[in-house]
């Protein structure tokens, strides 16, 4: 099967007093057609980068350069202008953030801003529209979808505002969807509705998903195949049935077993040390500074190349063995 996105060799960097300092070094991952892509790493390791840089919206304040490219259903966005790219965004490739807040307008009723979505993207407009926005609201659990569309942003719950915002991004049924720690701050009850709508809506769609979380279990149950990031590195990339057991790459493998370990006499396990700065210069593997347990003499000199098996590939000079 064909892929419909391919990072390839794909970097970011910002500019900042005369140095350039890199964010995402070349990445290379693919999405089929619908498939749900876990993204998993530490907090600073680039996820929201990524999925930004993939549209190119990001928000830094400096000076960014891309290197390599990107291509949906093979045609390079890195090559695009930003009227083509604004064609793409929200309707071929569509993104959810983390606080729906930042990203719904306070003074505009929900349906005029859903609607909106479909004006910008020459979709329907007039009663059409209405009746597209009132069937995009039952699809995300509202029951009464009139009522909601009449209201303002700061009538709804944290939880309501995310499913409108999941509304908003799918009602152009796009290819992709990039969602970025999307339930993070909302309770578990919630977030299990969220995910699950996520999941309905997309399969029904044939939507492709790029699932950036926290949380290891949220990974494991809705992914196909995760991509665990590391200080701008894609480390390793794994099925999921084959995620616990078959994960070749020591930071994988540490990662896993700290998020999936039970909390002792009140203690979180974690991964001794901290991910590098960005503007660190760092030789050979980034893990072995962190202990790696399997580190070797090259692990200091020399940054291992991406390998690829049957099931997945990683970077590492030193693997775990593959598990009989
Ligand atoms: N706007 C910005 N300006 C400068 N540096 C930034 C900016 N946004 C992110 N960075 C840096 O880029 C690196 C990657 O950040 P990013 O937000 O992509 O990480 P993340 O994996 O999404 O982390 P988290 O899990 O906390 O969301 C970090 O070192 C961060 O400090
Ligand atoms: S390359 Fe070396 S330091 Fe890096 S993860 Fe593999 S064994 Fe550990
Ligand atoms: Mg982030």
New binding site residues.
């Given amino acids: 099967m064909s892929e419909l996105l391919r990072i390839e060799d794909f970097s970011f960097s ?1 500019r900042h007093r005369n140095t350039t300092i890199s ?1 995402l070094k070349k990445l290379d991952i693919l999405i089929f057609p619908g498939e749900v892509v876990g993204l998993v ?1 530490e ?7 990524l999925a930004k840089a993939i549209l190119r919206i990001p ?3 400096y000076e960014v350069s891309y290197k390599g490219s990107i291509y949906l259903n093979g045609n390079d966005l890195m090559q695009l202008n930003d009227t083509q790219l604004d064609r793409i965004r929200g309707n071929e490739i569509s993104i959810i953030f983390q606080d729906p807040l930042s990203y719904l307008n306070p003074m505009f009723t929900i349906h005029r801003q859903i609607k909106e979505v479909l004006k910008h993207h020459e979709i329907a407009n007039g009663i059409v529209a209405d009746e597209m926005i009132r069937r995009c609201l039952l699809n995300v659990s509202f029951n009464y979808p009139d009522r909601i569309m009449r209201s303002y942003p700061f009538e709804l719950s944290g939880g309501m505002r995310q499913r409108i915002m999941i509304c908003m991004a799918m009602i152009t049924r796009p290819k992709l969807l990039i969602a970025d ?1 999307v339930t993070s701050s909302l309770d578990a009850l919630i977030e299990k509705e969220i995910l699950d709508n996520i999941n309905r809506l997309c399969s029904d769609y044939g939507t492709s998903v790029l699932l950036i979380s ?1 949380n290891l279990p949220t990974i494991l149950k809705y992914a196909n195949r995760i991509a665990i990031i590391y200080f701008g590195h894609i480390v390793e990339i794994v099925h999921v049935n084959n995620a616990q057991k078959g994960a070749r790459h020591p930071y994988t493998k540490a990662l896993f077993s700290c998020a999936l370990a039970k909390v002792k006499d009140g203690v979180f396990p974690f991964i001794e040390g901290s991910i590098p ?2 503007h660190d210069v760092i030789v050979g593997c980034p893990f072995h500074l962190r202990n790696c347990p399997r580190a070797i003499d090259a692990c200091r000199t020399t940054l291992p190349e991406m390998e690829s098996y049957d099931e997945g590939s990683f970077r590492c000079h030193n693997p775990y063995p593959v598990e009989g």
């Fill in positions: 910002y964010i790493g907090s600073g390791s680039g996820k929201s980068t928000d830094f304040k720690e926290h700065k960005p």
